[in-house]
């Protein structure tokens, strides 16, 4: 492959876009494409051979994250045919349920 120039189109990661879209060569150094131009948002930026940039993890977030995955693995929920057995079994309370009050409604006092 012929070294690039400036000017040259080639396929970069752009970092405005974040996907892999056309460049052109701005700036050469050692033989090799320093910076590019995006063709699509004309934003301007040091050549990444194709390579998005590694992901930011907040290593906090992924701590609590593991944290609540390994709390998660607790006892399954019963199957619902035996949570309708046992409520079936259960006697009915001897209270009367509570009956709710009315809301009445209250006028707001101007200041």
């Given at each position: 492959m012929r070294a690039a120039r400036l000017g040259d189109d080639i396929d970069d990661f752009?970092?405005?876009?974040?996907?892999?879209?056309?460049?052109?060569?701005?700036?050469?150094?050692?033989?090799e494409p320093a910076k590019v131009r995006c063709r699509t948002c004309h934003n301007d930026h040091d050549f990444r051979h194709e390579q998005p940039p590694p992901p930011k993890v907040d290593p906090r977030k992924a701590a609590l994250f593991n944290q609540v995955l390994a709390n998660v693995g607790g006892s399954p929920a019963p199957a619902p045919e035996t949570v309708a057995a046992d409520a079936a079994a259960e006697p009915p309370a001897d209270d009367p349920p509570a009956e709710a009050k009315p809301k009445t409604a209250r006028k707001k006092a101007r200041a």
């Open positions: 752009c970092v405005k876009c974040k996907r892999v879209m056309n460049h052109a060569v701005v700036s050469i150094l050692n033989n």
